[in-house]
């Protein structure tokens, strides 16, 4: 069973549960986001896999997911660029983002950016690929109603688009 800090809205960690109790009790905690950039400036997302259980088929960062309890940040950053893309590289904090959306838990994001051109070995149970896209595609996919995953839609938003 996987379980989250619990943190206040300051970020102080004051306590922990489950994951499904972090959901049903809608427990503000934290997650973190790595932004993957090649050569050319392009941004790599994820196509989230239809076996994953909130918004499979949805494009998202490329790499994002929980801070498990007793991790810090850049150590949850790391493990999850590990298992969802079996690859690494020097990641640097970008922004870090309290979000919060009705009817979901309030979360803090921690955004990390760094640059990698490949290769990616995705984990087929979370990946379903990785691709390079320009903003200027990316705005294309939005407005022409691909799904993206919301968090990475608030990103998207917010920094680039």
Request: net charge negative.
């Amino acid at each position: 069973m996987e379980f989250l800090d619990i943190v206040d809205t300051q970020d102080n960690v004051v306590g922990k549960a489950s994951r499904e109790q972090v959901y049903r009790e809608k427990l503000s905690h934290r997650i973190v986001h790595v932004l993957i950039f090649n050569e050319e400036g392009n941004m790599a997302l994820q196509l989230r896999s239809s076996k994953v259980s909130f918004c499979p088929n949805h494009w998202s960062t490329t790499v994002g997911g929980h801070v498990l309890a007793g991790e810090n940040y850049d150590q949850a950053a790391k493990r999850e660029y590990a298992e969802e893309l079996g690859a690494e590289s020097n990641l640097a904090v970008f922004a870090k983002e309290y979000y919060e959306v009705p009817g979901a838990p309030k979360k803090f994001l921690v955004i990390y950016k760094t640059k990698y051109d490949g290769p990616f070995n995705p984990d087929p149970n979370e990946v379903e690929k990785v691709d390079f896209f320009s903003f200027e595609e990316i705005q294309k996919m939005i407005e022409k109603g691909e799904k993206f995953h919301p968090e990475r839609l608030f990103l998207l938003k917010k920094y680039f688009i």
